[in-house]
């Protein structure tokens, strides 16, 4: 009797857990994108940015990096995170909104906020080292093949 009690409350709860849809934690939101596409200020004055940030499997993991990033016991080190996250977010409502000028405002904001990040994080114990570096690497990575095919364009 506890068998087949523990198997049905083991199926049902394995049955309501799946979901069917994902849920959808990027910080480009639908209502977001709407109001944000075509208020750059500066069409036309410059060459657009031809990018499809909604499909671009390099903003799709910057998003996804921004919403998991690891918190650390250093408060400094937290709030320049915080500030590196922000550009980030501003960097991919630029390139969506094809704001050239907003979007280069955002790249120097991260620049600035990953030195920073860089120098504070000397305090780490190794192993909160190594995670950080991995999520800075692939950052840097994906804003530079993003950036590249932007040029390319």
């Known amino acids: 009797m506890r068998r087949l009690f523990f198997f049905g409350i083991t199926i049902t709860a394995l049955t309501s857990s799946c979901a069917t849809e994902k849920l ?7 209502s977001f994108y709407s109001d944000s596409k075509g208020s750059g200020s500066d069409h036309g004055l ?20 921004i919403s998991t990033f690891p918190t650390f016991k250093n408060t400094a080190l937290d709030n320049e995170i915080t500030a590196l996250k922000y550009s980030l977010q501003n960097y991919l409502f630029a390139i969506d909104a094809d704001n050239i000028t907003g979007k280069k405002k955002a790249v120097k904001n991260f620049e600035k ?8 994080r000397k305090t780490l114990n190794e192993d909160d080292n190594e995670v950080l570096n991995r999520y800075l690497v692939r950052l ?6 993003i950036e590249d095919s932007i040029k390319s364009n």
Do not use: C, G, H, W
């Open 140 to 145: 840097k990575t994906n804003i530079s093949v």
């Open 24 to 30: 959808n934690f990027s910080p480009l939101s639908n």
């Open 113 to 120: 906020s990953y030195k920073k990040v860089q120098r504070l």
């Open 46 to 65: 410059e060459k657009s940015i031809d990018i499809n940030i909604r499909d671009n499997v390099n903003a799709s993991e910057i998003s996804n990096m």
